[in-house]
């Protein structure tokens, strides 16, 4: 199966809570697992990315938690501020640059200051 | 350094009528890609290109085609709109390593 499974659709966070955006998969070939930023208007940004080798990594407010056996990743904003505000996109391919990737619906953030 | 560039921003369309989405990027990128964006959905891939003269259909390429005629640009074209393909069109670019950068868009109305 190529689908990957995002939610919440939406998440309304207060200033300086967590958010937690989870994603899921099925095909175990999957080996890259990125998350996108996307601000109304603009095109996805890379935020973080991890592999498979490793059950978490941290990249400033931006963790990301890999569950290998459940086929499970999640993203989670400590400390969010109201310009994390914004659609966030996970995504699962086979190597980090093909034609390959598959992009999860989106989970639309706000966060309320 | 600009990245991925999209001409243009915006366009409203007549069923029936066509374009092209003109999609350059200056990192040397050997794989670019064409998606769309719709409500609910993510991003779909249209067509993709992974080197200068080849292209190939992604998950939804119906109504589009493509060309790679140079390295650094990838077009999209629509022969005769359909309300159907209202959208915003997504290019993005990759090379071993790299990830997707991705263009800031373009949004199409088809009335």
């Known amino acids: 199966q190529q689908q990957v499974k995002q939610s919440p659709q939406s998440l309304i966070v207060q200033k300086g809570g967590i958010s937690i955006i989870n994603c899921a998969y099925e095909?175990?070939?999957?080996?890259?697992f990125p998350w996108y930023q996307q601000f109304p208007g603009k095109g996805p940004a890379l935020l973080i990315a991890?592999?498979?080798?490793?059950s978490e990594k941290k990249e400033g407010r931006f963790t990301i938690s890999f569950n290998k056996s459940a086929k499970q990743f999640s993203l989670h904003i400590m400390d969010s501020q109201p310009g994390d505000s914004a659609t966030y996109f996970c995504?699962?391919?086979?190597?980090?640059?093909?034609?390959?990737?598959?992009f999860g619906p989106g989970t639309r953030l706000s966060v309320l200051p | 350094n600009a990245g991925v560039t999209q001409t243009p921003k915006f366009r409203v369309l007549k069923t029936g009528q066509s374009m092209t989405l003109l999609c350059a990027q200056d990192?040397?990128?050997?794989?670019m890609y064409w998606y769309r964006q719709d409500p609910g959905m993510g991003l779909r891939l249209i067509h993709y290109?992974?080197?200068?003269?080849?292209?190939a259909k992604g998950e939804v390429p119906d109504g589009y085609n493509v060309s790679r005629l140079k390295k650094q640009n990838f077009l999209l074209g629509l022969e005769s709109a359909a309300p159907s393909q209202t959208s915003v069109y997504f290019c993005?670019?990759?090379?071993?390593?790299?990830?997707?950068?991705f263009g800031s868009g373009t949004r199409l109305t088809v009335v």
């Open positions: 993005a670019s990759s090379y071993y390593g790299s990830g997707y950068t």
């Open positions: 095909n175990t070939a999957f080996d890259y």
């Open positions: 991890i592999r498979p080798d490793v």
């Open positions: 995504a699962a391919s086979k190597g980090n640059y093909g034609q390959n990737f598959v």
């Open positions: 990192m040397n990128h050997e794989y």
């Open positions: 290109s992974v080197g200068e003269g080849t292209t």
